[in-house]
T-cell receptor, first 114, second 109 residues
Framework: GAGVSQSPRYKVAKRGQDVALRCDPISGHVSLFWYQQALGQGPEFLTYFQNEAQLDKSGLPSDRFFAERPEGSVSTLKIQRTQQEDSAVYLC????????????FGDGTRLSIL | QKEVEQDPGPLSVPEGAIVSLNCTYSNSAFQYFMWYRQYSRKGPELLMYTYSSGNKEDGRFTAQVDKSSKYISLFIRDSQPSDSATYLCATTPRGKLIFGQGTELSVKP
């Protein structure tokens, strides 16, 4: 497809479990971003990749959150030892280059921690 | 204080009305501004992208930026039920987007 693809669309996990969320950006897009969106709120920045390099991870809420993009394409956001406050929609976005180019979003993964 | 403030609504208008959505921001260094539309259980979709002060029009949508008052607006003319969604304003200082809370809009037939 032409857009950003995220999987799974929905994920339910028990508190304490590890989860992995996948993002397939638009082909050829250099920049990839992860955002967290709580219910009724705007998305909040988590981390940013330019190709395979993670250039900004200032938004990751704790060291339980880890993201990678080993080949500069697909990215995975991993959350270890999940907690209830991790319940949110996790959005991935990509853009052609870094900086001010428009970001294109996927439909997100809705994570529920029981 | 949040860097981008937006009234969450909800806002309900009749079909055909003119809708005005607004945000304020705190950092005068911000220069690029965006409006995204987000339908329920979908990702944000870029509507408008503007640089610095002034107006930009695209069909029924007009984005306005007033840097002197740090105020950004989105106007929707002849609103349609299909415009019912959450509208998010955003700015980008260095790549990452900073969003407002989003305004939930409902256009009634």
């Amino acid at each position: 497809g032409a857009g950003v693809s995220q999987s799974p669309r929905y994920k339910v996990a028990k508190r304490g479990q590890d989860v992995a969320l996948r993002c397939d950006p638009i082909s050829g897009h250099v920049s990839l971003f992860w955002y967290q969106q709580a219910l009724g709120q705007g998305p909040e920045f988590l981390t940013y990749f330019q190709n395979e390099a993670q250039l900004d991870k200032s938004g990751l809420p704790s060291d339980r959150f880890f993201a990678e993009r080993p080949e500069g394409s697909v990215s995975t956001l991993k959350i270890q030892r999940t907690q209830q406050e991790d319940s949110a929609v996790y959005l991935c976005a990509s853009s052609l280059l870094r900086g001010r180019e428009p970001q294109h979003f996927g439909d997100g993964t809705r994570l529920s921690i029981l | 204080q949040k860097e981008v403030e937006q009234d969450p609504g909800p806002l309900s208008v009749p079909e055909g009305a003119i809708v005005s959505l607004n945000c304020t921001y705190s950092n005068s260094a911000f220069q690029y501004f965006m409006w995204y539309r987000q339908y329920s259980r979908k990702g944000p979709e870029l509507l408008m992208y503007t640089y610095s002060s002034g107006n930009k029009e695209d069909g029924r949508f007009t984005a306005q930026v007033d840097k002197s008052s740090k105020y950004i607006s989105l106007f929707i003319r002849d609103s349609q039920p299909s415009d019912s969604a959450t509208y998010l304003c955003a700015t980008t200082p260095r790549g990452k987007l900073i969003f407002g809370q989003g305004t939930e809009l409902s256009v009634k037939p």
